[in-house]
C-alpha cells in the first residue's frame, strides 16, 4: 500500500473511533502521532531494504507483531510520562493500521496465508516479492491498477473526514514550521 493509502485508512479508523467514543474528532497532536504511526513501518524497513540492504524485505522488521509488541506499549509509557497517553494511542492506530492495510486482498480472498508470514518476521521468511532498486525506482516503475486507484479514492475521503474535522493538526504544523524557519533565519 502507498503512504497516502495508509494514512486514510489511519485517519478514518481513528476519526470513526473518536467520534463513537468520544463524540468529537481528532486533536491535533494525536493526529500528527497517528500520520508518523501510520508511515512508521515502511520509513524504517524501507530503506533498510532497498537501499541498505540490511534487511530481507521492505515488510520486516517493523512490520512485524514482535516489534509491535515492544515499540507500542513503549510509545504509550512515554506520551503517557507526558500527560498524553491519547497522542501513544493514536500512534499505535497508525501502526497497527498499517500492518493490517498491508495484507494484500488476494490472500484475504484466497485465504492464503503465506502472504502473512511478514506479520511474524523473523520466524518466518516475508513473501516473496520483485526487488526494488531503491524508493524513487520503485514509486518510478509502479503501475496504476485497480487496488491503486482503490487507494486514491480512499485518500480522497480521508481528505473530506479530514477537512470535516476541522483539519486537526494543520495549525499545529503551521506554526512549527513558522517557528523554526524563524530561527533558521
Known sequence: MWPW???????????????????????ALPVIALAIGSQFPDLIDKPFAWSLELLPGGRTLTHSVFVA???????????SRFDRPDVGVAFAVGHVSHLLADVPPNAILTADASQLTFLVWPLLPPPPY????????????????????????????????????????????????TIITRKAA
Open 69 to 79: 509488541a515492544l515499540l507500542l506499549p513503549s510509545v504509550y509509557l512515554a506520551a
Open 130 to 177: 520483485e526487488s526494488v532498486d531503491g524508493i524513487l525506482a520503485g514509486f518510478m516503475r509502479y503501475s496504476m491498477g485497480w487496488y491503486e486507484w482503490a487507494q486514491l479514492g480512499l485518500a480522497f475521503v480521508a481528505l473530506l473526514v479530514w477537512y470535516r474535522d476541522g483539519r486537526p493538526g494543520l495549525g499545529y504544523v503551521r506554526r512549527s514550521v
Open 5 to 27: 493509502g495508509h494514512l486514510a485508512v489511519a485517519y478514518l479508523c481513528y476519526s470513526i473511533a473518536r467520534h463513537r467514543l468520544r463524540d468529537r474528532p481528532p486533536r
